[in-house]
Nanobody, 119 residues
Framework: QVQLVESGGGLVQAGESLRLSCTASGNIFSIKTMGWYRQPPGKQRVLVAALTNDGSTVYTDSVKGRFTISRDNANNAVYLQMNSLSPEDTAVYYC?????????????WGQGTQVTVSS
């Protein structure tokens, strides 16, 4: 059993930056992949970025060069640094974890944190 808690969302203006944080608790040793999804208003939830324990990363094309996923294993945390934000990035962002090294982690989910980017 793994619990994930996100933080760091908020309201920002276009061009600004945010860093989302996700802290894992419970059976953290079972986690092999962590990642971030987002769900814009009225749209389907999609993968933003993922990071496996060996350091492999994957990003959706729309955030490449702007977003960076990283982990702090000592603190059981994963981060999403979001730069050059635009209104198209507005969404609820969800942290996710998986017990296998997969591109789309989906075994465990956080509660979500709202990111709103104004123009």
């Amino acid at each position: 059993q793994v619990q994930l808690v996100e933080s760091g969302g908020g309201l920002v203006q276009a061009g600004e930056s945010l860093r989302l944080s996700c802290t894992a608790s419970g059976n953290i040793f079972s986690i092999k992949t962590m990642g971030w999804y987002r769900q814009p208003p009225g749209k389907q939830r999609v993968l933003v970025a993922a990071l496996t324990n060996d350091g492999s990363t994957v990003y959706t094309d729309s955030v490449k060069g702007r977003f960076t996923i990283s982990r702090d294993n000592a603190n059981n945390a994963v981060y999403l640094q979001m730069n050059s934000l635009s209104p198209e990035d507005t969404a609820v962002y969800y942290c996710a974890a998986d017990q296998k090294p997969v591109t789309g982690p989906d075994d465990y989910w956080g509660q979500g944190t709202q990111v709103t980017v104004s123009s």
